[in-house]
């Protein structure tokens, strides 16, 4: 689901990055590691069993700008897009400020009235979301006995 609502917006994000730079060229690698990188990070935040900052944030309470969780996106993003697309440092923050918030706020779009749940949160991620919940989540309690 996540890769369906990352790539229902892409014109209108391809149409962001590039209003800031980046050649349309380089959208597809641009948009394609945006969305690795927020599923790679949302899988290691199910596989740790720690969404609360996530649920908190796509169930309205607290704003994209406050989360601990987007930033450290925004922020692995960066290093990404230097990394592996050569960017320089000051374009893969500014790049990183724009993708990974828009993205974000598509997803919220997307979240029901009733808010989401770890459920939720696997069918974002796909299949594979709910074996990284449960094993992070029941990896927690097979540590207490």
Do not use: C, H, W
Request: proline letters at 1%.
């Amino acid at each position: 689901m996540l890769e369906s609502i990352i790539n229902s917006t892409k014109v209108e994000l391809g149409k962001k990055l590039s209003e800031n730079g980046i050649s349309e060229d380089q959208l597809d690698s641009v948009i394609g590691l945006a969305q690795n990188t927020v599923m790679d990070n949302f899988r290691s935040y199910a596989s740790s069993g720690d969404l609360n900052d996530i649920l908190s944030l796509f169930n309205g309470k607290q704003s994209i700008q406050a989360s601990s969780s987007v930033n450290n996106i925004i922020a692995d993003y960066a290093g990404q897009l230097i990394a592996k697309l050569g960017f320089n440092e000051s374009t893969a923050k500014s790049v990183a400020g724009i993708a990974i918030p828009f993205i974000m706020k598509m997803i919220n779009k997307q979240t029901p009235d009733t808010g989401l749940d770890d459920k939720d949160i696997n069918s974002l991620l796909g299949s594979t979301g709910l074996d990284d919940v449960q094993n992070g989540i029941l990896g927690k309690f097979k540590n207490l006995f």
